[in-house]
């Protein structure tokens, strides 16, 4: 059974930051390409940034220049540093891992809420 755990989301003042973590457990033999992505109410799921095994990142452009993903591959884990947020990033924030356990897999976590207040 893998699972993917988020934690750090919580309520921020605009121009606060923040730091998203997501640590992977269970039966994992590699761990490709994670990701997080997020939902505001009302709106569909987005993909916020991405990075390979081998550390090539990928920015929405709305967060380019104030958040960064990062991983540590020794630990299974994806973090994402969010600066300078701004009340638009409110939103469920979601981890996303392809996971090779006994089968090459999708794995989402439950969410962490981020608000922003203005």
């Known amino acids: 059974q893998v699972r993917l755990v988020e934690s750090g989301g919580g309520l921020v003042q605009a121009g606060g930051s923040l730091r998203l973590s997501c640590a992977a457990s269970?039966?994992?033999?590699?761990?490709?390409?994670m990701g997080w992505y997020r939902q505001a109410l009302g709106k569909q799921r987005e993909l916020v940034a991405s990075?390979?095994?081998?550390?090539?990142?990928n920015h929405a452009d709305s967060v380019k220049g104030r958040f960064t993903i990062s991983r540590d591959n020794a630990k299974n884990t994806v973090f994402l540093q969010m600066n300078s947020l701004k009340p638009e990033d409110t939103a469920v924030y979601y981890c996303?891992?392809?996971?090779?356990?006994?089968?090459?897999?999708?794995?989402w976590g439950q969410g962490t809420q981020v608000t922003v207040s203005s």
């Open positions: 269970g039966s994992i033999f590699s761990i490709n390409d």
């Open positions: 996303n891992a392809i996971i090779l356990g006994y089968s090459l897999k999708n794995y």
């Open positions: 990075i390979t095994r081998s550390g090539s990142t």
